[in-house]
């Protein structure tokens, strides 16, 4: 079975600034695939980032960017320049190949003005 | 946004009623999956289906039973609510394989009086 570790319960950042949020995982499989999903509060959950287990170069998405290290089980999510739209809450997601998830417990962040 | 819809948003019930939370998705998705999630807190698999006719129980016991007769509809029943089933549900949808992301629905938030 897979587990999902999201130390931070709520961090908060200045608006601009860069933010880290940490994850880490545990599991047995080789193959498998990293995801954050970000909920803003009373709105739906969408994807920010995916990472392929088997793929050494880090994600990047716009502001968003992943530091993945296979070997330490760890896969935290940058936010440069934050907004005031990325208040939300994160989770972190370990996914099998077969599809199957396992979340974090989740990091609110807030982004102040 | 994603192709994925739940009703009612929110419901407010007395014990003992039945009730059915609606879940339906126009992307074509074999994977469906019910989440329990309080306010501000992790979230718990509790029901997962892999196409028509297929159901499985998620991680978190509950009380409640889905259905999958056709491929884009997922209810969830609850035979007789409780206070204690009080929470947030979200619905959810991907194309089978590791590398899909999971497409959530708005929720439901459910209170039983």
């Known amino acids: 079975a897979q587990t999902v570790t999201q130390s931070q319960p709520e961090m908060s950042v200045q608006e601009a600034e860069t933010v880290t949020l940490s994850c880490t995982y545990d599991t047995s499989e080789n193959n498998y695939y990293l995801f954050w999903y970000k909920q803003p509060p009373s709105r739906q959950m969408i994807l920010v980032i995916r990472q392929e287990a088997y793929k050494q170069q880090n994600a990047t998405e716009n502001r968003f960017s992943v530091n993945f290290q296979k070997a330490a089980k760890s896969f935290s999510l940058k936010i440069s320049d934050s907004q005031l739209g990325d208040t939300a809450m994160y989770f972190c997601a370990f996914r099998t190949n077969a599809g199957k998830s396992t979340f974090g417990d989740g990091t609110t962040l807030t982004v102040k003005p | 946004e994603a192709d994925i819809y739940q009703t009612p948003r929110y419901l407010v019930i007395g014990t003992g009623k039945k009730i059915t939370l609606e879940c339906s998705q126009t992307?074509?998705?074999?994977?469906m999956y019910w989440y329990q999630q309080d306010p501000g807190m992790e979230l718990h698999l509790i029901h997962y289906?892999?196409?028509?006719?297929?159901?499985e129980k998620g991680d978190l016991s509950s009380e409640s039973t889905v259905s999958r007769i056709r491929t884009e509809h997922f209810p969830l029943t609850l035979e007789s609510a409780r206070p204690s089933h009080t929470s947030q549900y979200l619905c959810?949808?991907?194309?089978?394989?590791?590398?899909?992301?999971?497409?959530f629905g708005p929720g439901t938030r459910l209170t039983v009086l």
């Open positions: 959810a949808s991907s194309e089978t394989g590791g590398y899909n992301e999971q497409f």
């Open positions: 992307m074509g998705h074999d994977k």
């Open positions: 289906s892999y196409g028509v006719n297929s159901t």
